[in-house]
Structure formats: C-alpha cells, structure tokens
C-alpha cells in the first residue's frame, strides 16, 4: 500500500492527551497548598495570613526567575528527558510538603502532633514554629517551582514537534485546557482528601500523580521521525510545512532543515523583534489569568457567596466549565482561517487573537451587573478567562511560526519569566488595592462603585483593555510573518 493510500494515524493526540494530563497535574500541585493552608495547615503550625503571603509571593517571583532558564534546559536536553525531569522534580518537591511537620517538630523538638497543635497561640514558641515551618514550605514550593517552569517550554516545544503550523493552536488549547481543569478538580478533591487523610496525604497523593506520568511518557514519546506509533501518512501530515510555498520558508528550500535546527545563542533572543512581540504578549496578560484564578472565589465572597456553601462552589464550578468548553474551541479558529480562507498560519493566528482580545471586555460591566445576579459576573468572568486561554494558546503557537525547533522552548521560558511577573504584580497590587479601598469606604470611588468594589472594578478595566493593547503592540513589532533565519 502507498504512503497516498494509507491511512494515517493519530497518535499526535495521544502525545497532546499526556500533554493536557501533565498540565492538569501542574495545576493541582500548585493548588494543594492554597486549598489546605487555611483549614489545616494553619492550625498546625500558627500561621497568619502574612506568613502565607509571603509564602505565595516568594513562589511567584523565583517561579518567574527560574522560568528563564527552564527553556533553555529543556533545549538543551530534549522533550523527552527534558520533560520528565521536569515532572519528577516538581513532584519531588509536592511530595516533600508532607515532611515538614516532622522536620518542624524535629527541630524545635517538639514530642507529637497534639503537643504542637497546643502550644499557645501568640508565644514565643508558636512564632518559632510558624518561622520554621514557613521557610521548610519555602524550600519545598522552590523545589516545586524549579520542576513546574519545566512544563509550558516543554509542552509548547513538543506541540511545535507533533503538529503542523496549522494546527497548533488547537493543540495548545487542548493541552492548556488542563490549567482549566486542574483549577476545576483541586477545589473539589483536595479538600476532600485532607479531611480524610490528613494534609500530608494531599500532597503526597497529588504529587505522586507525576511520577506515573514520567513513566508513561518515557514509555509512549518519542519524535515524531523515530515513533513507531506513527505512521507514513502522520509524519506526512505532521512535516507538511516543509513542502509549504516558497514565502512561507526559508529563501532555499533546501535550508528548511538546516533552519529547524538553528542553534540560537541564549542572549542573543533578546536581539529579535519577534521575541519581544511574545514577550509583550505575555507581559501584558498573563497577570489577568491569575487574578482571575486567585481572586474569583474571594469576589463571590464578596458578593455575599463563600466558597465553602453549595451556591459558591456552583458559581466556581461553572466558571471554569465556561473557559474549559469555549477555550478548546478557540483554538479551532486559525484552522479555519488557514483552511478554509487560505491565510498563511501568523495572519490566521493574529487574527484570531484579535477577535479573542475583544472578549475580556466585558469584565468591565462584571460589577455593575453583579446588582442584578451573581451569574452576570459568573458568566462573564468566564469568557474573559475563556478569551485568556483562546488568546495564550495562539500567542503561544506564534514561537513555532516564528523561532527554528530548536529555540522554541528558550523562548516560551523568556516571556513565561515576563508573565510571571506580571502575575506576580497584579496580584499584590490588588491585595494592596483592595485593602485601602476597603479602609477608604465610600470615599473611595470609581465609575459609580465605592469601597472595595471600586477597587474591583479598577482591575476589572484593566483585564478589559489589556489583550487590545498587547496586540496593538505585537503587530507594531512584527507586521507580517518573518520567521528567524540567522
């Protein structure tokens, strides 16, 4: 039977399935801690909420830091080893979580568990437990953080591997839709698993997830090339770009392969407009995502619904669901432009982008209709995450369009460090925000609202305008497709 005749496989979706899987896996490790701090951790060890604040920013920044380096790591080791030390490092250090009562009561020698939760509340030694056990679960999220920067280069280096240009963004969208996911199922099992078995078992069970998942992978992925799970008509399929026209490759198109494996100096990144163009896409609206993940459940408390009550966890429940379904489906819309309006991939994905940046707009209207039921803002948060997510997988795609093979995943690690930030700043900006509106009352104001709402509503504005303007942006530095040569 001829390569024509034969019909081909599909086993870029099992790879884009380990994909989603890791990136749930990601999320939920990440969530243990935020869902079990409160609750259970806190009675153990005398924690304030400053104690956790500072636990939580520490993770954001060297998370930031370390993504810098994390794609270039993975360049240089490859997606297969790459990734999974990548996984097995992060749940190493989700695991090792669960040791740091032993290790807290170790050093203060402190005999059992009920002698540690007696200590008096406001002693010296409730601070010198509180101080201890915060720098152990510094340590071990810095543990975590190393592993996690691993797994978006990694993801996005494997996708540019597996998928034509074409069809990228919709595998990015699937595999991105596990951050949806892991948001969805950490609130509904974590808490359940602590309360059963202790919080040490929430990590453990949750962060032993990715060890099955190294194994699996070291198993089922290889390149495409050498993949015995793919036949003839797939890595056809999968390698069309190098029989793309001439416009769309290298001058030569006998250079295609050559330029694929294009060694890029790391600073020399820094040198190109396109990577600036990601970078501002990511500088600019990552931090709306995670404002939306971290602040969602205390803005429907807000409103009078506590995430602990059934009406709360529905409001959540059906937020997520929203940027999970549209999500996916927002990946589908470069196909459509590259496939059926004949645009090459960048202009199909810039548009795309365009029409996804329009979405967060309506968060702006999220408090003023909050007046009239709390699904107005349910609703429409989750579009705005839902265009968030549409718009990260396109901007993400837009390094295979751009970069040689070779570089893709230094350069996800560059502007995940800028989202990071990002993440970071809009975040503990809001914190402090929402403490002075709230202490201001009614004397603080914006667009009709006071108080702490105002504050809402500032940032609500922000998430609107910042897509139109990170896209304003990304076009002015690079106006049409130019994919890096030299």
Not at 4 to 22: D, G, H, P, S
């Amino acid at each position: 039977m001829s390569k024509i005749q034969e019909k081909m496989t599909n086993y870029r979706w099992v790879i884009c399935a380990m994909l989603f899987l890791a990136t749930t896996v990601n999320y939920m490790d990440r969530q243990v801690l935020s869902l079990t701090w409160k609750d259970f951790i806190a009675i153990d060890f005398h924690w304030t909420d400053a104690d956790y604040g500072k636990i939580t920013a520490i993770f954001s920044i060297f998370y930031a830091v370390i993504s810098l380096f994390a794609g270039k790591f993975i360049d240089w080791m490859g997606t297969k080893k790459g990734y999974i030390w990548a996984i097995v490092i992060w749940s190493l250090g989700a695991c090792l979580h669960a040791a740091c009562g032993l290790v807290t009561m170790h050093i203060l020698e402190i005999p059992n568990l009920a002698t540690l939760q007696a200590v008096e509340a406001g002693s010296k030694l409730a601070l010198s437990i509180s101080t201890v056990s915060v720098w152990l679960f510094l340590a071990c999220r810095m543990v975590l953080a190393t592993g996690e920067a691993g797994n978006f280069p990694a993801a996005i280096k494997v996708t540019a591997e597996y998928f034509p240009k074409k069809d990228r963004a919709l595998a990015t969208s699937v595999f991105n839709a596990g951050a949806s996911v892991g948001a969805l199922a950490a609130p509904l099992t974590i808490p359940v698993l602590a309360s059963a078995m202790g919080w040490e078992m929430a990590f453990i069970i949750i962060g032993g997830i990715g060890f099955i998942w190294a194994i699996l992978w070291a198993v089922l992925y290889n390149k495409p090339s050498e993949s015995s799970y793919v036949n003839g008509a797939e890595l056809a399929y999968i390698q069309q770009d190098n029989n793309a026209p001439a416009e769309e490759k290298t001058a030569d198109p006998n250079r295609q392969q050559a330029n694929d494996n294009l060694e890029i100096p790391f600073i020399k990144c820094f040198a190109y407009r396109q990577t600036w163009s990601f970078i501002v896409g990511k500088l600019l609206t990552d931090g709306v995502w995670w404002f939306f993940l971290f602040w969602a459940p205390a803005y429907f408390s807000e409103l009078g619904y506590k995430s602990s009550t059934g009406m709360g966890q529905a409001l959540i429940f059906v937020l997520y669901l929203i940027v999970t379904a549209v999500s996916i489906g927002g990946g589908y819309l470069p196909k459509f432009f590259v496939e059926r309006k004949g645009m090459e991939p960048y202009s199909g994905r810039m548009l795309a982008m365009l029409i996804f940046a329009f979405f967060p707009i309506f968060a702006m209207f999220a408090q003023p209709l909050s007046a009239q039921s709390v699904w107005f803002p349910c609703i429409i948060i989750g579009l705005a995450g839902a265009g968030h997510q549409s718009w990260s997988a396109n901007l993400y795609s837009t390094i295979g369009d751009m970069f040689p093979k070779s570089a893709i995943a230094s350069i996800t690690g560059i502007g995940t460090m800028f989202g990071g930030l990002c993440s970071f700043a809009i975040n503990w900006g809001s914190g402090l925000l929402f403490t002075y509106a709230e202490g201001q009352g009614e004397a603080f104001q914006f667009f009709g609202e006071t108080g702490k709402t105002a504050g809402y509503m500032i940032v609500f504005c922000y998430c609107a305008v910042a897509y139109l303007i990170a896209w304003a942006l990304m076009k002015l530095l690079v106006p049409k497709y130019k994919p890096i040569t030299e």
